[in-house]
């Protein structure tokens, strides 16, 4: 079974610039999610969607990120312009489930897009 | 605001000996708990999960959850060095469906 694809794996781009990073869930998983972990730090939740609905978007900072998921299933994450404090390791997750995470319910993480905002 | 707190260390153990680390969560609504561990620059992987009080074991490790103390433990018996790397406690529940993570406790085997 293919795992969760992300791309680029690494970015470095100048403060003020845009960038964007993909993701291809696995197949058939209906919720994804964006985590930002800042070097130091555990993962922070961005955004999450089930299909192609925003489930949770509340810790986005939406001034200068977005998010899509149009077809329900690979998901584009954008920051412009970008800043320092920017510079961290994007981590997509999917999940089988459409309803409630369940006690049991694994999370499947992509490698990471590493970001450096210079 | 949600909280999951731990220890960042690093915590030194030597191989062979039992490492334990710790996590308190400030939601009284959280239902699940999960540890994950994370090698350097490689993305979480998920180890166990506990939404029960008491004892979970499975293998090596055993997780205790203690919901009147909210406290969440990882036990890992005889230590290996490849068990060196950071360990995530993660909640879930109280009416948010993504997970939310502790900032992780850097472990490391002395071999």
């Known amino acids: 079974e293919a795992g969760v694809a992300q791309s680029p794996r690494y970015k470095i781009i100048e403060k003020r610039q845009s960038v964007a990073f993909w993701c291809n869930p696995i197949?058939?998983?209906?919720?994804l999610y964006w985590y930002q972990q800042i070097l130091g730090q555990g993962p922070k939740l961005l955004i999450q969607f089930q299909n192609n609905g925003v489930v949770d978007d509340s810790q986005l900072p939406k001034d200068r990120f977005s998010a899509e998921r149009l077809k329900g299933v690979d998901s584009t994450l954008k920051i412009q312009p970008a800043k320092l404090e920017d510079s961290a390791v994007y981590l997509c997750?999917?999940?089988?489930?459409?309803?409630?995470?369940?006690?049991?319910?694994?999370?499947?993480f992509g490698s990471g897009t590493q970001l450096s905002v210079l | 605001q949600k909280e999951v707190e731990q220890n960042s260390g690093p915590l030194s153990v030597p191989e062979g000996a039992i490492a334990s680390l710790n996590c308190t969560y400030s939601?009284?609504?959280?239902?699940?708990f999960f540890w994950y561990r994370q090698y350097s620059g490689k993305s979480p992987e998920l180890i166990m999960f506990?939404?029960?009080?008491g004892d979970k074991e499975d293998g090596r490790f055993t997780a205790q959850l203690n919901k009147a103390s909210q406290y969440v433990s990882l036990l890992i018996r005889d230590s290996q060095p490849s068990d060196s790397a950071t360990y995530l406690c993660a909640s879930s529940g109280g009416g948010a469906d993504g997970l939310t993570f502790g900032k992780g406790t850097h472990l490391i085997i002395q071999p």
């Open positions: 997750a999917s999940r089988p489930g459409g309803a409630g995470l369940m006690a049991n319910e694994k999370l499947f």
């Open positions: 197949s058939g998983h209906a919720t």
């Open positions: 939601d009284r609504g959280s239902q699940s």
């Open positions: 506990i939404y029960s009080n």
